[in-house]
């Protein structure tokens, strides 16, 4: 029994051994990734736009960029970054839930940001995503509720982050 255990257990390692010293095949040439020329065109409100078109592929991706000039926020830190999780709580003209399951429903995503938004999703569904898109950036609205929640979290993330600083200066001071 213990003869038939050392012959299997050096029969495994014989074969492991032989596996470290087979070389690496080769790396292929990498993709060649071809981008078009994007149509760039202003609409009468000044906004520019610029589109790049693929057509293999039935998904359709929007950015929006605002070119907001840079600004101290002082005292008030964060303010920006808790006004674009608020944005992305349905509108003035949708329910955060209806707003939310219409996303769902088609298969999309939208971010939004303090300084933009993005959204993809399929093709067929293009108009209706940017409109969710264009009326969250448009028509943003703003509960108490809402506030209050990303507020509590923004705060507990602050918390977080200290708690993990503080263990890291625990931890220089010992080398």
Known sequence: MKRSIYILASLFLTISMQAQIIPQ???????????????????????????????KLQKVSFNLSIDNAPYSEGEKKGVSDLTSELIGSGTTKIPKDAFNEEIDFLGADINFESNGAYASGLSKYSNRILELMA???????FTQEEFDKNKAK??????????????????????
Do not use: R
Not at 154 to 175: N, P, S, W, Y
């Open 25 to 55: 095949p080769k790396p292929g040439p990498g993709p060649s990734i071809k981008i078009g020329k994007p149509k760039t065109f202003e609409l009468k409100n000044d906004l520019k736009v610029m589109i790049v078109e693929n057509h």
């Open 154 to 175: 923004f705060i507990e993330g602050i918390k977080a982050d200290e708690k993990v600083f503080l263990l890291l200066l625990e931890e220089c001071k010992v080398f």
């Open 135 to 141: 009326d969250g950036v448009l028509n943003p609205i």
